[in-house]
């Protein structure tokens, strides 16, 4: 394949893309194999010689579709989503031909003035202080370590870089009970250690209590430990819990601790002014993560960081030796100074088209029916006489079980899924195990999410 062949190939991959999304209704969500299908179906090397390009397609077209998960199904409410809305599939085109890499500005200008740009737009769309700045990761994961680096090294003097943490006292982060398995991570691999991220007890709503973490940072510091920094939960993944950021705040201002916010999924809900209130207190933080890639119809991957400072966060991550110099240019923005990667995507390209495509009305009209259905949704199940709620809606998320107990609700999720009509997922909360629904998909309807009850009632009886 060259050049002169890939308009034909992009039509026809493109036109199997609006076929492929037509069609998702008429498929299970669900991958309907079982491990090993796809390898078993594949050769063991590569071939010597090069391949036609109708055989290569007729391959993809045989293997590939029926083994996915369909992430992109309007009855996907599993997890949260990860979505592709039409303008960024045609943005993802357009950066996979240019093929740029975006680690400098003098590399790709265009991509970090145009993420500067994408950037500038998001801090007004969610109704942050003009000054604050931010940059596009990958994932929120990713974010979440930079945050959490940069704490260590802000408590540490910035000496860990250099000196390593071998003889430095023991970090202590804070984070609630609620938080992703990504803040875990993050204290993992950032040297500070799973026994010192300090799960603080929640309220009856679940939000981080300020009195316990008070008691929790002065137990440390009586102990000779070093806090470091706390980190709040603004749409948890399990249960979509919030903390009470605006009652947490002055505690670790008090001790002079940075504050990240981790926003993954919920985030996109700034752009609703009326949803603001629950992350009240977010844009008085040093830094929260979003990704546009969950709520807002972004391609994935791509995940914010808003920073009300990036000072301390390029100081951790930044290294520029000579040959990542830009000789010529004293006032550029390096991105790869900000994050943990030097190689960068240029993923503000299909923000750009998102935003215009769809426009922040456009954004926010599906966000509010999104929130809108899944209430629908559950005082529709509430009404079922075998149907408990077990927690209440929180945005576009909500949770419920079987009266008759666990083993009950895991065998109706287990013939939920193998039905195929829709995709749900589980956890547990307060000893109970849980049926998640999560709505969020960008092509969902009112009529998709409402289909829920009626394949749970189907199943149930």
């Known amino acids: 394949m060259n050049h002169d062949d890939l308009p034909a190939w992009s039509a026809r991959a493109a036109e199997w893309i609006r076929a492929y999304h037509a069609g998702l209704r008429d498929r299970p969500v669900r991958a309907q194999v079982k491990p090993g299908d796809v390898l078993s179906a594949l050769p063991p090397a590569a071939p010597e010689t ?15 579709p029926g083994a996915l998960t369909h992430w992109q199904h309007p009855r996907f409410f599993a997890y949260f989503p990860a979505n592709a809305a039409p303008a960024s599939i045609l943005a993802e085109q357009l950066i996979a031909g240019i093929g740029a ?22 801090i007004r769309a969610t109704g942050f202080p003009e000054g604050w700045t931010g940059t596009i990761h990958d994932s929120a994961t990713v974010a979440t370590l930079c945050a959490v680096l940069t704490m260590r090294e802000k408590a540490l003097g910035f000496t860990g870089l250099t000196e390593g943490l071998s003889g430095a006292p023991r970090l202590r982060l804070y984070a609630s009970a ?18 010192n991220l300090v799960k603080v007890p929640t309220r009856s709503d679940l939000s981080m209590d300020p009195d ?36 947490c705040l002055p505690v670790a201002r008090a001790h002079g601790l940075p504050t990240h916010v981790d926003a993954a999924w919920a985030g996109s809900a700034l752009v609703c002014e009326e949803l603001r209130p629950l ?6 933080c040093d830094s929260i993560v979003f990704n546009p890639h969950k709520w807002m119809g972004a391609q994935f991957d791509c995940a914010v960081q808003l ?68 209430r629908r949704l559950c005082e529709s199940l509430r009404s079922e006489p075998s149907i408990d709620i077990v927690t209440e809606p929180r945005l576009s998320l909500f949770t419920f079980a079987l009266s008759e107990g666990d083993a009950a609700t895991e065998a109706l999720l287990t013939r939920v899924n193998a039905e195929g009509r829709i995709y749900l997922t589980q956890t547990h909360h307060a000893g109970r195990f849980v049926i998640r629904f999560t709505c969020g998909t960008w092509d969902c309807t009112e009529a998709d999410v409402m289909e829920v009850r009626d394949v749970l009632r189907a199943a149930i009886t």
């Open 212 to 247: 316990a973490l008070a008691a929790a940072i002065e137990a440390d510091l009586a102990a000779g430990h070093m806090p470091c920094g706390v980190i709040f939960c603004a749409g948890g993944t399990a249960v979509g819990a919030f903390d009470d950021i605006a009652a």
């Open 101 to 122: 890499q975006g680690m400098l500005w003098q590399t790709s200008p265009a991509a970090t003035e145009l993420e500067q740009a994408m950037i500038g737009w998001l």
């Open 307 to 374: 920073l009300r400072d990036p000072t301390d966060q390029i100081r951790t991550l930044g290294l520029r030796p000579d040959f990542l110099q830009t000789l010529e240019e004293d006032a550029v923005t390096d991105f790869n100074e900000w994050t943990v990667p030097l190689g960068r995507r240029m993923r503000a390209l299909k923000l750009w088209f998102v935003l215009r495509a769809y426009g922040l009305d456009g954004v926010r009209t599906r966000l509010r029916n999104h929130v809108a259905w899944t």
């Open 50 to 64: 090069a391949e036609a390009p109708d055989r290569i397609f007729a391959d993809f077209e045989r293997l590939i």
């Open 279 to 284: 992350m009240a207190g977010a844009a008085d």
């Open 178 to 195: 609620q938080t992703h398995s990504s803040v875990d991570k993050a204290a993992r691999l950032a040297g500070i250690g799973q026994e």
